[in-house]
């Protein structure tokens, strides 16, 4: 069981930037999948971006260009650095691990983008 613990959120202006940061309880190998995914309020949960070392990172179109991931893999930790934010950004921005088939969530950290 992996549990994951969310940090770097809150209040920030448009075009301001914030970092995420998740950290996960146990060992997390370098071919695991680690990502961000947000829900906004009456919204379904979206991928955000996503990065497995060494092989892929992915964002989503509305975030290309501002947001990346990063991981650091001998802290067991995964980033999201958030730059030039908008109003449309404000969500629960959730970490996702996918270990072995298995599917792991953080309780989601809340990001507000507003003047």
């Known amino acids: 069981q992996v549990q994951l613990a969310e940090s770097g959120g809150g209040l920030v202006q448009p075009g301001g930037s914030l970092t995420l940061s998740c950290v996960a309880s146990?060992?997390?190998?370098?071919?695991?999948?680690m990502a961000w995914y947000r829900q906004a309020p009456g919204k379904e949960r979206e991928l955000v971006a996503s990065?497995?070392?060494?092989?892929?990172?992915y964002y989503a179109d509305s975030v290309q260009g501002r947001f990346t991931i990063s991981r650091d893999n001998a802290k067991n930790t995964v980033y999201l650095r958030m730059t030039n934010l908008k109003p449309e950004d404000t969500a629960v921005y959730h970490c996702?691990?996918?270990?072995?088939?298995?599917?792991?969530w953080g309780q989601g950290i809340a990001v507000t983008v507003s003047s």
């Open positions: 990065i497995i070392t060494g092989v892929s990172e």
């Open positions: 146990s060992y997390i190998f370098s071919h695991d999948v």
């Open positions: 996702h691990v996918l270990q072995r088939g298995a599917f792991f």
